[in-house]
Nanobody
Framework: QVQLVESGGGLVQPGGSLRLSCVASGMIFSIMTTRWYRQAPGKERELVAVITITGNTNYADSVKDRFTISRDNAKRTLYLQMNSLKPEDTAVYYC?????????WGQGTQVTVSS
């Protein structure tokens, strides 16, 4: 069964940090391009960061220099280290694993940044 399971969300104060994880099963994780998306209430889902199978990364301008995406193929796990969090980072965060023929999504994890 193909699954992506996110964890690590929660409530954090502005300026704080969180680390999201996404564990994959039922797929050949190492051949998938992996991404983190987020969706805030009343807004469209937006791409946060991407890491390719060769390790190249790219970030949305709004999170550059604050967030770091990484992956561990041996553990089939995708990570998102989020530092200097702001209230506008509040959203449900989703991981995505895709190849030309496949596209998988996790169920999402809530991140709330509030004092």
């Amino acid at each position: 069964q193909v699954q992506l399971v996110e964890s690590g969300g929660g409530l954090v104060q502005p300026g704080g940090s969180l680390r999201l994880s996404c564990v994959a099963s039922g797929m050949i994780f190492s051949i998938m391009t992996t991404r983190w998306y987020r969706q805030a209430p009343g807004k469209e889902r937006e791409l946060v960061a991407v890491i390719t199978i060769t390790g190249n990364t790219n970030y949305a301008d709004s999170v550059k220099d604050r967030f770091t995406i990484s992956r561990d193929n041996a553990k089939r796990t995708l990570y998102l280290q989020m530092n200097s969090l702001k209230p506008e980072d509040t959203a449900v965060y989703y991981c995505n694993a895709a190849s030309p023929l496949m596209d998988y999504w996790g169920q999402g994890t809530q991140v709330t940044v509030s004092s």
